[in-house]
Every structure is written in C-alpha cells, then in structure tokens.
C-alpha cells in the first residue's frame, strides 16, 4: 500500500523553535535559506538564535503561556535542547499542535534514567544503571555497577554537568550531599576505546537516512573535535546503523537523532545517550555533506523529503570554547590568520559573553586527508584567544 505523503508546508510557513542557543540559530539560517518565517522562544533577549530569526518571544522553557502563543502563531514547532517542560508540548499536541520530535520522545529522552530504562527494555545495549536516593546502600550500588562508577543527574545536565566519578564511599557521601536535590543515577564506567556517533533522521512519510559514523574527542567532558568519517570496520558500522535505527523505531518518532556510543577495545557497542535534535558532533554536515542536518531538519518538519546525506569531504570539526570563571563580554583574536587558511569554515555565534567551557563557536576543515584536517583544524583552534574584557 502507498501512503499517502502528509501535507507540506511551503515557504514562507511559520517554523517555531523553542531554545535560541547555537543550534536553533543552524537550524535558522538553514530555514532563512530556504524561505521559511522563523520565530525563536528563549528567555535571553537577542540570543544567538534570533539574531537571525524573524522573530523571538522572550519566555522562560516552562511558561505554557508563552510556548502556547508559539504554537498558535507558527504552522509546526521545534526544539533545538531537551529542558523544557514537555508535559506543555504533550498538551498542545492533543490540542492538534504539530511538534516534532514529539513531547513524549523529549519527555522519555530527557531523563536519563527514563531514557536508559527505555533502551534496555528494548534490549538495547547500555552500561549497567541504577537509580539512587536517600535509602540507596553504597555497597548494593557497587555490587551492581562496580567501582569507579559515574554518578549521574537524570535531568538538566549537559556537556559534562551534573556528572562526577565517584571512587570510593566518601566520594559517594560527599557528592550525594550536593546534588541531593535532584534525581539522580548511577552508571558502570565504560573504558572505552573510542566515542562514536551518528546522527539519523526520519521523514513523515517513514523514510530513514543515515550520516555517516563519526568519531568525538572530549575534554573534561565536553566536545573538543569530531573526525568524520570515523574509521570502523563495517561489522562495527551495521551494528551502530541498527541500534539508531531501533531506537528510532522504538520512539517511533519524525526528525533529526543523534546517538552517541562507546566503542570498547573488543568490539562491543554502548549507547550512552540519545538527543532529539540536530547535535554538535553533527556540525560537520554543513560543508561536508550534501544536506545538513539542520537543512534535514527543516525538511523533515515541513514534510518535504529527505535530502541527501552524502559526504563529499572527510572532514574535521573542533568547538571554539570560552574563558574566564565568570560572564564576561570579550573580544576574539586571531581570526584574520585563522581565515587565511583554504578549505577552514568558521562558525561563530554571536553570543554576547563567555564563560569557561562555553560553546562560542566551531571551525570546520576539509581535506581529502582526515589526519590533514585534524591538524590543520587543532592549530587553528589554538591560534583564536577569547578575551573575556
Ligand atoms: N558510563 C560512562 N562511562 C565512561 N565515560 C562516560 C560514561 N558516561 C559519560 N561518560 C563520559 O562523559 C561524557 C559526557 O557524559 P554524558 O552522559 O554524555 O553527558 P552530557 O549529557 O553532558 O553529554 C561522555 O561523552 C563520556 O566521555
Ligand atoms: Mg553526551
């Protein structure tokens, strides 16, 4: 039987994109590119987003008034992060709202707990977890996850935040008593070879397309570079395929998945987490590949098909992160030699101060050498200076 494909939205339909950080600006200027009317909910004013969205409405992720109106003025909604109530998206869908990915895929997702219970009863394969509380015994958490473990926040965290590897019992003692406040989890130490990821996507009309694996490299916790593609054995490169497209079928959901796993020394395949939208070890996509992910995303929610995702470069991305132990405005140097380079695309975005760690922006490279790009990207990385002012 043919489906029958579900209605398009053409330019200039309205998209909406609850979070106006890095990626709903991607998303953005994909969606500015194509013709669409683009408006950004975010509670900070001129955020990166929507320096260049149509519109932004300043409201907090939690604000059912606000995230209503969104709804009511855009023909579909996205999201570009996981924090934000999803029990308002969950009600606005019954109300006939289009969202995607749904509010039930966030609200399974952003919880990790929730999200690794879903991909083991799905027989999917995770590192051993438990969930941990006032009357967890440190002994009974050893005995199922071993030591070190990491000790995990289920909800909020990213880029490292809200993790901590726990030692000992007074490790245990003394980090349970400062994120008491949330739910929290326990999670077996992967030692891993590798990080891989991929980042697949699903049209309405249930077609699936694949990017290819690529290969992240972290510091304290936090995207450093990704080498795409990512040198696997084609055993390893099914395997990964099936997983994502399993957890996929398991959300049973429409748009753009990220998942990213641990690769051990003999083989086996973890996943560590799932996130419901365009991801930072995607970024390569936008000059490597013939479709972006962001592009692929603004296909996916109008309904229009799925665009290539070839890769005509190897490629490497490296994150620009920030400075200083507090928000501070800055200044930039360096770009001028960094631009001097051929085949190095650089991102900034836009935001108005820096911090340690923060995501400022990030530098792609092509070359037909993956070991070429890797250099050329890390000593670019090196030559910009933010200084906080
Ligand atoms: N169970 C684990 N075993 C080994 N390393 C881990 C484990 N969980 C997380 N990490 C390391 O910490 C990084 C960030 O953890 P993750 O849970 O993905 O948090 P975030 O939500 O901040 O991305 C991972 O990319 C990995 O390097
Ligand atoms: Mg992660």
């Excluded at 965290?157 to 739910?183: A, M, P, S, T, V």
């Excluded at 249930?206 to 696997?232: C, R, W």
Aim: include cysteine; charge should be negative; aromatic fraction near 8%.
């Amino acid at each position: 039987m043919i489906k029958k494909p579900k209605k398009v939205l053409n330019p200039p339909s309205k998209i909406g994109i609850i979070g106006g950080g890095q990626l709903g600006r991607m998303i953005c200027i994909e969606a500015k590119r194509m013709g669409y009317h683009v408006i950004i909910l975010d509670p900070t004013p001129s955020s990166s987003a929507s320096q260049v969205a149509d519109e932004q409405i300043v409201a907090s992720f939690d604000d059912k008034k606000y995230i209503e109106s969104l709804a009511n003025i855009c023909d579909v909604i996205t999201y570009e992060f996981e924090h934000i109530d999803a029990t308002i998206l969950i009600e606005l869908e019954a109300k006939g709202y289009k969202i995607y990915p749904s509010g039930n895929t966030l609200k399974k997702i952003q919880d990790k707990f929730i999200q690794k219970t879903m991909l083991k009863d799905a027989s999917l394969q995770v590192a051993d977890f438990v969930f941990i509380n006032a009357d967890t015994d440190f002994d009974m958490v050893v005995n199922i996850i071993g030591l070190p473990f990491m000790l995990k926040t289920c909800q909020g965290g990213y880029d490292g935040k809200g993790n901590c590897i726990i030692k000992n019992k007074n490790d245990y003692e003394y980090y349970y008593e400062i994120l008491k406040d949330y739910r929290l989890m326990g999670e077996r130490l992967i030692d891993f070879e590798r990080e891989l990821s991929i980042i697949v996507a699903r049209d309405l009309n249930n077609n699936y397309a694949y990017y290819p694996i690529v290969e992240n490299a972290h510091k304290h916790s936090i995207l450093h570079f990704t080498k795409s593609p990512a040198l696997v054995d084609a055993k390893i490169e099914s395997k990964i395929k099936s997983m994502a497209k399993a957890i996929v079928d398991v959300l049973d959901d429409y748009g753009v998945f990220c998942v990213e796993f641990f690769l051990t020394s003999n083989g086996e395949v973890y996943i560590n987490e799932i996130a419901p939208r365009p991801h930072n070890s995607g970024h390569y996509t936008i000059e490597a590949c013939s479709t972006s992910q962001f592009e692929q995303l603004v296909r996916i929610i109008t309904g229009m098909p799925l665009g290539s995702t070839k890769q005509n470069f190897p490629c490497v991305m490296a994150n620009i992160l920030g400075n200083g132990s507090v928000e501070k405005r800055y200044s930039i140097e360096g770009i001028d030699e960094v631009l001097s380079e051929d085949d190095l695309y650089l991102h900034l975005y836009g935001k108005g101060t820096t911090k340690d760690m923060k995501k400022m922006g990030h530098l792609s490279v092509l070359s037909n050498s993956i070991e070429v790009a890797e250099e050329k990207a890390l000593k670019a990385i090196e030559k910009l200076i933010i200084k906080p002012m």
